[in-house]
């Protein structure tokens, strides 16, 4: 089992930044694949980046590409998301979770074994 810890969250104003980290307690990411989803009031959660441990492969949905950009550090054993230019319409929780899954289902929230406890995003106007 992979526990699953985020944090970087907060409050900040439209056009500022943040950075998430997701960090894996007990064992290493190995041969996972670690990926970023947010849920907004109201909505379904849906995807927004992933990572392979092994190897430099990642994705970016398209609403957020440009702005976020998802990095690992295997000393820390951490997966980052760098979110810059942040607009009110990030507001979500965002959580990571892992998943062994081929890279064409990254995006399926249903294809990651566990999730961390999530990590609040709020963009001001």
């Known amino acids: 089992q992979v526990q699953l810890v985020e944090s970087g969250g907060g409050l900040v104003q439209a056009g500022g930044s943040l950075r998430l980290s997701c960090a894996a307690s007990?064992?290493?990411?190995?041969?996972?694949?670690v990926g970023w989803f947010r849920q907004a009031p109201g909505k379904e959660r849906e995807f927004t980046a992933a990572i392979r441990w092994s190897g430099g492969n990642t994705a970016v949905v398209d609403s957020v590409k440009g702005r976020f950009t998802i990095s690992k550090d295997y000393a820390k054993n951490t997966v980052y998301l760098q979110m810059n230019s942040l607009k009110p319409e990030d507001t979500a929780v965002y959580y990571c979770?892992?998943?062994?899954?081929?890279?064409?289902?990254?995006?399926?929230?249903?294809?990651?074994?566990?999730w961390g406890q999530g990590t609040q995003v709020t963009v001001s106007s």
């Open positions: 007990e064992r290493t990411f190995s041969d996972y694949t």
């Open positions: 979770g892992v998943t062994k899954t081929v890279r064409s289902n990254w995006h399926a929230q249903s294809a990651y074994y566990y």
